[in-house]
């Protein structure tokens, strides 16, 4: 009986975590657009501002909060604040304003290579010649998207300086999630989600006011506006509190491994609502980087390590 309810538990996290890329990829398109009208930093901070307000006002009601344990844990919070919402943040606004959406889409997909590989560092996960053959699959999925398959580009390192910026994006995400799995043990997600938000928002709003861009929020269109509160209330709070959850349940492998359908959603999301075009490069990188991933992810020895540490 408890086995039963054990599988269910795990099928229903596997379908829940499906949300994520969906309201992620969605992100992409809606950043592009809000960053014409005001700066990133400016951005990151309603965002994720908006997002902390509805996470602490949802905490509070479920009488979550938990002063003792925020004592305690706030070294691992405040790093998994820093990387996960500051730097992956600031990195992916700043990159945006010089790449398009479906570049960052895909950039950001080396997300579960560069995970897996911060485990195998620093987690002590199981290496093997299969992972090393995804990782080189997505790597190279990832050079023909960020030189758009142009051997001149290859050559003389002129690189989009939008791509280059996300992959301190992916720096960032990796250390989060891969550090995430022992961080998170004995919190919940909404508790986690709600202390990282809100200190991440608070060293957002900091490095906005370098900016100087806040005079011009009051001239905001309704269109960004409305895409500052999907971004705040899907792309964050719903997205966050389930990636979490979906790193305590199965860990920070096979939870980054849902970031192998955000290009598919913010691609197809782009072209539809953004006009966005997608070029040959764009469908080379998105063949390679996903299978890379998916070589990665599904490696059999990295899952009998994480099964392993899961029922210890």
């Known amino acids: 009986m408890e086995k039963n309810v054990r599988a269910e538990g795990q099928t229903s996290i596997y379908l829940l975590l499906l949300l994520v890329p969906l309201f992620w990829g969605g992100a992409f ?3 592009k657009h809000v960053l014409s009208e005001i700066p990133p930093f400016v951005t990151a901070t309603l965002r994720f501002g908006l997002a902390g307000l509805i996470l602490v006002g949802w905490l509070t009601l479920k009488k979550g909060w938990d002063l003792k344990l925020l004592k305690e844990r706030w070294k691992g919070l405040l790093l998994l604040s820093l990387t996960g919402i500051f730097g992956y943040n600031a990195f992916f606004f700043m990159g945006l304003q010089f790449t398009s959406a479906t570049n960052g889409s895909l950039v950001v997909a080396m997300n579960p290579v560069s995970t897996t590989l911060a485990a195998v560092i ?3 996960e199981a ?11 997505s790597l190279c999925g990832l050079l023909v998207v960020i030189t758009g398959g142009s051997w001149e580009t290859i050559r003389t390192m002129s690189f989009n300086t939008g791509d ?7 720096a960032s995400w990796s250390i989060y999630s891969a550090t995430g799995k ?17 200190a991440g928002a608070i060293a957002l709003f900091v490095a906005s006011l370098f900016e100087g861009g806040w005079a011009k929020v009051p001239d905001l269109s309704m269109q960004a506006m409305v895409e ?6 899907f792309a964050s709070v719903i997205a966050f509190v389930v990636w979490n959850l979906g790193i ?11 970031v192998n359908l955000v290009p598919i959603c913010a691609t197809t999301i782009a072209v539809l609502l953004y006009g966005e075009q997608v070029t040959w490069a764009h469908a080379v990188g998105v063949m390679l980087t996903v299978s890379g991933v998916l070589i990665t992810t599904r490696s059999p020895s990295q899952q009998k390590v994480a099964s392993v540490r899961e029922n210890v």
């Open 164 to 170: 280059i910026m996300l992959l301190g994006s992916v």
């Open 182 to 198: 022992v961080l998170l043990k004995g919190m919940s997600s909404l508790f986690v989600t709600t202390v990282t938000t809100v």
């Open 248 to 258: 305590q349940r199965i860990g920070a492998s096979r939870t980054s491994a849902y």
């Open 228 to 233: 500052l509160v999907y971004m705040a209330v």
């Open 29 to 31: 398109g809606a950043s």
């Open 127 to 137: 290496w093997s010649r299969r992972l090393g053959l995804g990782m080189a699959l």
């Open 122 to 124: 620093f987690l002590g």
